[in-house]
T-cell receptor, first 114, second 115 residues
């Protein structure tokens, strides 16, 4: 079945540091890929997405490129802020008919210190 | 921006009791989902719902669980006889009718605590 493997946390960075959170996937077909973010005490918010190979999703300074050849969708940000502290989930969606469930990775806790 | 709303935000229930978690999806969305997240673990798919019927359910979604869209706006998850291991955060999500490329929009979740 489909699965998502992402970098184990926690990740602790200083403000303005470069961030990479690795994500790789296995899928039977051609999935769409997503990054969701969960701020403390809140629900899941879509951060960015990519739906085909070489697509780059971007939002709020975060970027991730859909790499079909390496089955990866790594999240990057050039300069993190304290407000980026959250749990980040990589996810994929694949299906047909009327089923498009998301398969999530385990999540990576990011803490950014001032 | 339209959003998915869930009530209550926190539900405390005695083991063996029935509980109903409520969700109001985004109004023009047609696909609905429930997920759960046990504390410290990954978000897990429970069930998807389209056209007034279940599209797919996971092995977690046993006979104790049911879903319903009673009135065209609400989407509910019922757990008939709760167990301690049902304690988790339950998320409702919805998406528009564009299939697997369309992202799912999540509510803030209901924290269910079984005593």
């Amino acid at each position: 079945g489909d699965s998502v493997t992402q970098m184990e946390g926690p990740v602790t960075l200083s403000e303005e540091a470069f961030l990479t959170i690795n994500c790789t996937y296995t899928a039977t077909g051609y999935p769409s890929l997503f990054w969701y973010v969960q701020y403390p005490g809140e629900g899941l918010q879509l951060l960015l997405k990519a739906t085909k190979a070489d697509d780059k999703g971007s939002n709020k300074g975060f970027e991730a490129t859909y790499r079909k050849e390496t089955t990866s969708f790594h999240l990057e940000k050039g300069s993190v802020q304290v407000s980026d502290s959250a749990v980040y989930f990589c996810a994929l969606s694949e299906g047909g008919g009327s089923n498009y469930k998301l398969t999530f990775g385990k999540g990576t806790l990011l803490t950014v210190n001032p | 921006e339209p959003e998915v709303t869930q009530t209550p935000s926190h539900q405390v229930t005695q083991m063996g009791q029935e509980v109903i978690l409520r969700c109001v999806p985004i109004s023009n969305h047609l696909y609905f989902y429930w997920y759960r997240q046990i504390l410290g673990q990954k978000v897990e798919f429970l069930v998807s719902f389209y056209n007034n019927e279940i599209s797919e359910k996971s092995e977690i979604f046993d006979d104790q669980f049911s879903v319903e869209r009673p009135d065209g706006s609400n989407f509910t998850l019922k757990i008939r006889s709760t167990k301690l291991e049902d304690s988790a955060m339950y998320f409702c999500a919805s998406s528009a009718n564009l299939g697997w490329r369309q992202p799912q929009h999540f509510g803030d979740g209901t924290r269910l605590s079984i005593l």
